[in-house]
């Protein structure tokens, strides 16, 4: 797959593979990389070479992959986060992301800093430009989604774990 330098879109959906290889790292023209809806009930293996493609704008992977110290902050175009794990990367990375992000959804957060990562980072800003945003938590409950009341380009959200009852009033 290495060899296909030129290409811009990877699409790799609705199949049963499980295991992307390490070359797709040389991939150094790709925009989107759609490994969203994969067909498999074990665990998928994404190398950790994503943050070799620099260009990359949109990036989709199964909820079932997990990447242990994933690097983002190389990807200063990134416009699309969706279906990355949560993990011991998030303090360090996202707040290292740029405000241009637009979609995010992370998942298996288990632990509240790594969900304050989430909440404190450039596109979560008042002018930042997120306007999906999915999230999901679980082990803790998270009393502090202030930081969701001053998102108001925010236009599809969910929330999936212990919360509060309500979210605390805008004053």
């Known amino acids: 797959m290495g060899n296909l ?3 811009t879109y990877l699409r790799i959906r609705t199949t049963n593979i499980r295991k992307l290889p390490k070359s ?6 790709l925009l989107t990389l759609d490994y969203w ?3 498999v009930d074990t665990e998928i293996h994404v190398p950790n070479v994503l943050w070799k493609l620099e260009k990359l704008r949109h990036l989709y992977l199964p909820n079932s992959s997990m990447i242990k110290d994933l690097k983002l902050h190389t990807l200063k175009d990134l416009i699309t986060l969706w279906g990355v794990g949560g993990g011991q990367w998030m303090p ?3 707040d290292r992301l740029r405000p241009t992000l637009s979609k995010l959804y992370i998942h298996s957060i ?3 800093d790594q969900l304050k990562a ?4 450039p596109s979560m800003e008042e002018n930042g430009s997120l ?5 999901d938590w679980y082990g803790f409950e998270f009393k502090n989604l202030d930081a969701l009341l001053t ?3 925010l236009i599809k959200l969910r929330l999936m774990g212990k919360a509060p009852d309500r979210l605390p009033a805008k004053g």
């Open 151 to 153: 998102k108001q380009t």
């Open 110 to 112: 288990s632990t509240e």
């Open 92 to 94: 360090g990375e996202m």
């Open 5 to 7: 330098i030129h290409l």
């Open 24 to 29: 797709i790292g040389k991939l150094c023209n």
């Open 131 to 135: 306007y999906a945003l999915a999230l």
């Open 118 to 121: 989430v909440l404190s980072c």
């Open 37 to 39: 809806d994969v067909s």
